[in-house]
């Protein structure tokens, strides 16, 4: 690639009838002018170029870590939730363990209670009867005696 500094080193042969030599080199001048401004703007936006593409690297490795930081957290939250429902499922099915067995304790509390009452309610009856026995047997010695 040509540089500035070849276009201000560059010498023309003198011929005859050629160009005017001032003119040449004050063209060569500003050309030369020109083409370093032109080649250290180029120099300059190849360097942001290479700038730019370094951050657009670096953001796309941003944006992947954030993509499986984001997969990550979505699992992450399916396997809580998971964990959830199946703690819910165990504490309702304890729940409803307890619960009939409480009934069936329930239950067999009344039957016994039940049961209680019925002797009870016997045992009342077996005495009516004996004080009814005993009532007639002083009756009949009451009628005895008189």
């Known amino acids: 690639m040509l540089t500035p500094i070849d ?4 010498d023309f042969e003198v011929k005859l009838r050629g ?4 003119e040449v080199d004050d063209f060569l001048d500003l050309v030369g002018k020109d083409y370093e401004k032109l080649y250290k703007d180029n120099a300059e936006l190849r360097d942001e170029v290479k700038r730019l593409n370094a951050s657009l690297e670096q953001y796309k490795n941003m944006e992947e870590t954030l993509k499986e930081s984001i997969l990550l957290a979505q699992t992450a939250a399916e396997d809580i939730k998971k964990s959830a429902a199946e703690k819910a499922n165990v504490l309702v099915n304890e729940a409803q363990s307890k619960s009939d067995e409480m009934y069936r304790q329930l239950d067999l509390d009344i039957q016994s209670k039940k049961n209680e009452l019925s002797g ?6 077996g005495y009516k009867t004996r004080i009814k026995g005993i009532c007639s047997a002083i009756l009949e010695m009451l009628e005895k005696m008189e």
């Not at 276009?7 to 560059?10: D, K, L």
């Open 7 to 10: 276009i201000q080193r560059q």
């Open 19 to 22: 160009y005017n030599a001032d």
């Open 120 to 125: 009870m309610v016997a045992e009342v009856s």
